[in-house]
């Protein structure tokens, strides 16, 4: 279908205005494609084309320091698709040495033997080119629609498979990440198919983030575009073609066939994310210790409970709540649909950096058990590549204009199952570390620093007397007099008493330090930067952040 579209050298010379045109040199390039038409007078061409032109020229610009076989050889280069040049008072005759590098390129060289009107010649052609053009884009909305169709039928990645064949006239092959290899038409022999595959598997491995590539083996061209959606791709879809080199048509609609299935895909993991919400709902118990021995929890992991019996694993709490300051009334979304959204995210990006994850909802948190099915390996390295594609999600939706905030907290790695509820209630410490302010975000519990000491403290009025003991007279001022003395405080221990960088972090001059500073050694002593004080003041600094954090945050 794709040859419908396009306008090639020998198609146009049938036309009455080139009644008068002769072939001089570059026959076997007749086949060549034509996208536009530029008449060139100048011998620099360099920026003046883009590739399948036809160049039209009196000559004119060739009197020059430019030879006329240095021109040619410049529009080769550039990708021009033939010169048609006027014979007469600036072009008297073709070289040989013209002819011999025409020929030698494949690149066709037409003589008017007579006076022409090149206005007419890009008239008629512009508007040749445009009509087909707009043809193609018709056929395209057409083809379109049937991809559409076809994605609310049951058969919609077979039905979306035939389409792209029958519009392309290629063998097309699907290569799902996880599945079977899919073809089209089905009458492929089983050899040749099979090899195809393997070819496909080895140009995927190969694959360097290009989201669509184009290349030749032996007298078959191939085209390979990836399928999926919200960062992450699902499978493959390849275009083979017999001694056919794949044109504009044929990338428009491999791109419409890809965005077809990813859709089809999304819709089916939508269903598949709902059932396995239905089905996981002991992670809840779990989680929660109203489960209490392993064999319970064998016999909800069915078939999988004698892999993952010894495997380790680490509780994720995914916290996210919708950022509507300002225009509360353009943030409007179906809660449910947001949470679904979300999980299927973070299910494919688990599953696409080595874990198997089993996952429940409770309001606006997910929670996640990631057990690792790379043993032996740290799995950190890859659990900060979950993190990154949860935080692009957030860079996404805040480009679409609708925000969201997120917290993200790891428990530690445990082995026993019915350990799951110390990883859960780690990764809820985490989650409240995030909350305060002042504080730099860890993700990890085994990062989180003497706060691991504070959450477990029962006692919260022994919190409040230590935070008293050491920080009561710069809290008292603070709340009588105002200033930032007790986040200056703060920033300056964790910058190892540097009043530059103290400075620099705050964002203000040295001197406004220095005042504070002072006033942080009169409320609570000389020898507040003595080793053992020091400590008790930095550990009560973070207390206060703890007792705080709902003011803080």
Avoid at 227 to 242: D, K, N, P, T
Avoid at 334 to 339: C, I, K, N, Q, V
Avoid at 482 to 492: A, C, R, S, W
Wanted: with cysteine.
């Amino acid at each position: 279908m794709e040859s419908e579209f396009i306008i090639r050298i020998n198609d146009i010379l049938d036309r009455p205005i080139f009644r008068n045109c002769k072939v001089v040199a570059g026959r076997n390039g007749l086949w060549r494609r034509i996208r536009w038409v530029h008449i060139l007078e100048v011998s620099q061409v360099d920026m003046l084309i883009h590739g399948e032109e036809m160049i039209l020229s009196t000559g004119v610009g060739l009197a020059g320091e430019t030879s006329k076989e240095e021109y040619l050889e410049k529009l080769i280069h550039n990708g021009a698709s033939c010169l048609c040049i006027e014979q007469g008072k600036y072009f008297e005759h073709v070289t040989p040495e013209m002819i011999k590098i025409a020929d030698e390129n494949n690149f066709p060289l037409i003589i008017f033997t007579e006076k022409v009107r090149f206005v007419d010649i890009t008239q008629d052609l512009h508007s040749l080119i445009i009509n087909r053009h707009h043809q193609m884009l018709e056929q395209l909305e057409i083809i379109s629609r049937e991809l559409y169709t076809s994605t609310l039928t049951s058969q919609a990645n077979t039905n979306i498979l035939k389409i792209l064949h029958s519009s392309t006239k290629a063998d097309v092959y699907f290569l799902p990440l996880h599945g079977k290899a899919q073809c089209v038409p089905v009458n492929v022999r089983d050899d040749n198919k099979k090899q195809t595959v393997r070819q496909l598997g080895a140009k995927i491995s190969e694959q360097t983030g290009q989201p669509l590539i184009q290349w030749k083996e032996g007298e078959r061209y191939f085209l390979m575009q990836e399928v999926g959606a919200m960062g992450q791709i699902w499978g493959y879809l390849s275009l083979c073609f017999e001694e056919k080199l794949p044109g504009e048509f044929d990338l428009l609609v491999l791109d419409r066939a890809a965005l077809s299935l990813a859709q089809d895909l999304l819709r089916k993991r939508y269903v598949e994310e709902r059932k396995l919400h239905s089905e996981h709902i002991w992670v809840d118990d779990l989680i929660n210790g109203r489960i209490r021995n392993e064999e319970q929890i064998q016999s909800y992991l069915g078939k999988k409970a004698s892999d993952l019996s010894n495997v380790e694993y680490k509780v994720c709490l995914i916290e996210y709540f919708e950022n509507n300051e300002g225009e509360p009334e353009m943030f409007e979304e179906d809660p449910e649909a947001l949470r679904f959204h979300i999980s299927l995210l973070v299910r494919s990006s688990f599953e696409s950096h080595g874990f198997l994850p089993y996952l429940t909802a409770k309001g606006n948190q997910l929670i996640v058990i990631a057990t690792n099915r790379v043993p032996g390996s740290s799995p950190n390295e890859r659990l900060n590549k979950v993190i990154d594609s949860l935080l692009a999600l957030k860079e996404e939706r805040k480009k679409l204009g609708r925000p969201i905030d997120m917290r993200i907290g790891f428990g530690r790695t445990y082995k026993k199952w019915i350990e799951a509820t110390n990883s859960y209630l780690e990764a809820k410490y985490v989650l409240k570390v995030q909350s305060l302010a002042w504080k730099k975000t860890n993700y990890y519990y085994e990062d989180i620093g003497i706060f691991r000491l504070m959450l477990n403290l029962e006692n919260e009025a022994a919190l409040e007397d230590f935070v008293a003991d050491y920080l009561g007279p710069l809290i008292e001022y603070e709340r009588v007099k105002g200033g930032d003395l007790l986040h200056t405080l703060k920033v300056y221990l964790d910058n190892d008493g540097s009043k530059q960088a103290t400075s620099q972090e705050l964002f203000i001059v040295r001197q406004t330090i220095y005042h504070r500073l002072e006033k942080i050694k009169e409320l609570l002593g000389e020898d507040f930067m003595l080793p053992e004080k020091r400590l008790s003041i930095e550990v009560a600094l973070r207390a206060y952040l703890l007792l705080h954090r709902e003011t803080q945050s």
